[in-house]
């Protein structure tokens, strides 16, 4: 079974700009989180995406946002960029269901923001 | 802000030395409280606890949770290199909402 993918794996880009992350859950997983890393935070939820609705949020600003597709596959968005959302950008799959079922994650997105 | 406090934030040792990390919390309402071991991105699943004073062991490595002095501890024994990563403990809300510490990141030296 493949595992979660992330694309890109690498992006650089500038203060202002936007960028889009994808992630492809493990096949028949229908949850997807979204977390972003950096040295100082550490590993910081963003939120949770279930069969295409917004299931949990985190406490991060309206300039990151998300969304589902049919096939479970997700997209995180950042509009414009800021020098601190620099970071390792992760997603996680899990089947979702109820209780606890655990979460694989992806190799990450290593986002640098000039 | 809910807050997991992990200690200490760095160790170095020795293999065959054995080594206890820390995680603290401040709030109860959460459902379970996981491990994780974070080598070069993903993070991969240890354990997950949700009742207080029963252990959970894989190999070397063991975990224990104590609700009511609201902190959890990994324990392993006879480290080797291999072990040479950041270690993770996160809280689990509702469905898949979590919080994690900051991390212990061990350095095991041959």
């Known amino acids: 079974k493949a595992g979660v993918t992330q694309t890109p794996r690498y992006l650089i880009k500038t203060r202002g700009q936007q960028v889009t992350l994808s992630c492809s859950p493990i096949s028949g997983h229908r949850s997807v989180s979204w977390y972003q890393q950096t040295p100082g935070q550490g590993l910081q939820f963003l939120f949770e995406y279930f069969s295409e609705t917004q299931r949990n949020k985190g406490n991060f600003p309206g300039r990151f946002s998300g969304r589902q597709f049919s096939n479970s596959r997700s997209e995180m968005n950042v509009s414009t960029l800021e020098l601190g959302d620099s970071a390792l950008y992760l997603c996680?799959?899990?089947?979702?269901?109820?209780?606890?079922?655990?979460?694989?994650f992806g190799p990450g997105t290593r986002l640098t923001v000039l | 802000e809910d807050k997991v406090v992990q200690s200490p934030l760095s160790l170095v040792v020795h293999e065959g030395d054995t080594v206890t990390l820390n995680c603290s919390y401040e709030v109860t309402n959460f459902r379970s409280l996981l491990w994780y071991k974070q080598e070069k991105k993903a993070p991969t699943f240890l354990f997950m606890l949700t009742s207080s004073g029963i252990e959970k062991k894989s190999g070397r490595l063991s975990s224990i949770l104590d609700k009511k002095e609201l902190f959890s501890i990994l324990n392993i024994t006879a480290t080797q290199t291999g072990d040479s990563a950041i270690y993770l403990c996160a809280l689990r809300y509702n469905f898949n909402k979590f919080y994690f510490g900051s991390g212990t990141k061990l350095n095991v030296k041959p």
């Open positions: 996680a799959s899990s089947s979702g269901a109820q209780g606890y079922n655990e979460q694989f």
